[in-house]
């Protein structure tokens, strides 16, 4: 994939996350909402390798991976994050809430209202969401 198909990704699974937020599926929307961050930081990876160059090999080991704490760091943003952090409150508890987020999360039942509702805020609030964050860096 490249880096606009990984942002057209996200795109559809936020939308898709949002539909079932809608529909009080809150185990999908958890799910979907987290990866479309996957999608979008591996889009920020995806911009910083050029076109016929040959592909570095720990950048690309370590983009293979759904640990949203190691593709923040692979994308380089790591130092970024926390500037952010420093600057919001509200955009420091966003990333606490989102970083919980693992594929290992399609097995669980005990998403609640609440926990798909906040989830779904910390990633796409206009103010200090990790979505609008990070689309500064594609």
Same mark, same amino acid.
Request: glycine share 2%.
């Given at each position: 994939?490249?880096?606009?198909?990984?942002?057209?990704?996200?795109?559809?699974?936020?939308?898709?996350?949002?539909?079932?937020?809608?529909?009080?599926?809150?185990?999908?929307?958890?799910?979907?909402?987290?990866?479309?961050? %996957?999608?979008?930081? @591996?889009?920020? #990876?995806? $911009? &910083?390798?050029?076109?016929?160059? !040959?592909?570095?090999?720990?950048?690309?080991?370590?983009?293979?991976?759904?640990?949203?704490?190691?593709?923040?760091?692979?994308?380089?943003?790591?130092?970024?994050?926390?500037?952010?952090?420093?600057?919001?409150?509200?955009?420091?508890?966003?990333?606490?809430?989102?970083?919980?987020?693992?594929? %290992?999360?399609?097995? @669980?039942?005990? #998403?609640? $209202? &609440?926990?798909?509702?906040?989830? !779904?805020?910390?990633?796409?609030?206009?103010?200090?969401?990790?979505?609008?964050?990070?689309?500064?860096?594609?």
């Amino acid at each position: 994939m490249n880096k606009t198909e990984l942002e057209n990704l996200a795109a559809i699974r936020i939308k898709e996350a949002k539909i079932l937020l809608t529909a009080d599926c809150y185990q999908g929307a958890y799910y979907l909402a987290g990866y479309a961050l %996957e999608c979008t930081l @591996k889009a920020c #990876i995806a $911009k &910083q390798v050029k076109e016929f160059d !040959f592909p570095d090999k720990k950048l690309a080991n370590d983009s293979y991976t759904h640990n949203l704490a190691n593709l923040l760091i692979t994308a380089g943003l790591k130092q970024k994050l926390t500037e952010q952090e420093k600057q919001s409150k509200e955009f420091k508890l966003n990333w606490a809430i989102v970083i919980e987020w693992s594929e %290992e999360s399609r097995y @669980k039942f005990a #998403i609640t $209202k &609440q926990e798909a509702h906040d989830f !779904f805020t910390a990633m796409t609030d206009n103010e200090s969401g990790i979505l609008p964050w990070l689309k500064k860096y594609l």
